[in-house]
C-alpha cells in the first residue's frame, strides 16, 4: 500500500541550482498534482496533469517544470532555484474516474521539506 | 476570485469533547464543493468530509460533520468526542463547480487550524 511516494523527503540547495522532486503513486489515478505549503498559507497548486503528456499550470507555476510520460511518475523540476521556493513540496493524486466524490479525492504523499540558500 | 479563510490559527479542546473549526468562504459560483482535509505531522494530507453547495443536508463522516449555512459563506467542521489522534493541522477547500461536472478537482485551501487534543 505505498499510494503517493514522494522523494526525497528533506533537500537542501543553493541558489542557482536545478534539482527534481520525485513523486510516483501505485494506485493507477489519472490525475497528478504539485502543490506547495507556505506558513501562514495554505496549499498552493503549482501544477496537474489529467493524464500521461498532458500537464497544465496552477496557480504559482513560475520557476517550476513538470512532464509526465507516464500514469505513475510526475516529477517536478527546479530549474534555478531561488530562495522563494524554501517551502515543502506535495505532490497529489486523484482517480478521476468512479463515483463523483471517490474520483475527486485527492491522495497526498508525505511531502518534501526543501530549503534554498 | 474564490477565497478560503479559516480564522483560527490554532485551537485546543479536551479528549472526549467536542470542537468546531471555522471555515469561510467567498464564490461567485452557485456551484461549488467544499472539503476537509487533516493534515497529521507525518505530513499527509488525509481526506475527511465533503459538503456539496446543493445538498440538502449536512454532510456527516463518523465523528467528523460539517455545520453548512450557505447563507453565511460558512462550512465549519465539527468534531465530535475529540481524541488524541486527532491532534493535526486541519484544512478548508473549496473547488468550483460540482463533482459531476468534470475536469480536474481544482481546490483551493485555507490557511490551517492546529488542534491540539489535551488528555
Known amino acids: 500500500n505505498a499510494g503517493v511516494t514522494q522523494t526525497p523527503k528533506f533537500q537542501v540547495l543553493k541558489t542557482g541550482q536545478s534539482m527534481t522532486l520525485q513523486c510516483a503513486q501505485d494506485?493507477?489515478?489519472?490525475?497528478m498534482s504539485w502543490y506547495r505549503q507556505d506558513p501562514g498559507m495554505g496549499l498552493r497548486l503549482i501544477h496537474y496533469s489529467v493524464g500521461a503528456g498532458i500537464t497544465d499550470q496552477g496557480e504559482v507555476p513560475n520557476g517550476y517544470n513538470v512532464s509526465r510520460s507516464t500514469t505513475e511518475d510526475f516529477p517536478l523540476r527546479l530549474l534555478s532555484a531561488a530562495p522563494s521556493q524554501t517551502s515543502v513540496y506535495f505532490c497529489?493524486?486523484?482517480?478521476?474516474?468512479?463515483?463523483?466524490?471517490?474520483?475527486?479525492?485527492?491522495?497526498f504523499g508525505a511531502g518534501t521539506r526543501l530549503s534554498v540558500l | 476570485a474564490q477565497k478560503i479563510t479559516q480564522t483560527q490559527p490554532g485551537m485546543f479542546v479536551q479528549e472526549k469533547e467536542a470542537v468546531t473549526l471555522d471555515c469561510t468562504y467567498d464564490?461567485?459560483?452557485?456551484?461549488?464543493?467544499l472539503f476537509w482535509y487533516k493534515q497529521p505531522s507525518s505530513g499527509e494530507m488525509i481526506f475527511l468530509i465533503y459538503q456539496g453547495s446543493y445538498d440538502q443536508q449536512n454532510a456527516t463522516e463518523g465523528r467528523y460533520s460539517l455545520n453548512f449555512q450557505k447563507a453565511r459563506k460558512s462550512a465549519n467542521l465539527v468534531i465530535s468526542a475529540s481524541q488524541l489522534g486527532d491532534s493535526a493541522m486541519y484544512f478548508c477547500?473549496?473547488?468550483?463547480?460540482?463533482?459531476?461536472?468534470?475536469?480536474?478537482?481544482?481546490?483551493?485551501f485555507g490557511a490551517g487550524t492546529r488542534l491540539a487534543v489535551h488528555p
Open positions: 464564490t461567485s459560483d452557485p456551484s461549488y464543493g
Open positions: 477547500a473549496m473547488r468550483e463547480g460540482l463533482l459531476f461536472s468534470g475536469g480536474y478537482n481544482k481546490l483551493i
Open positions: 497529489a493524486s486523484t482517480p478521476g474516474q468512479g463515483d463523483p466524490l471517490a474520483k475527486n479525492i485527492q491522495y
Open positions: 494506485m493507477n489515478h489519472e490525475y
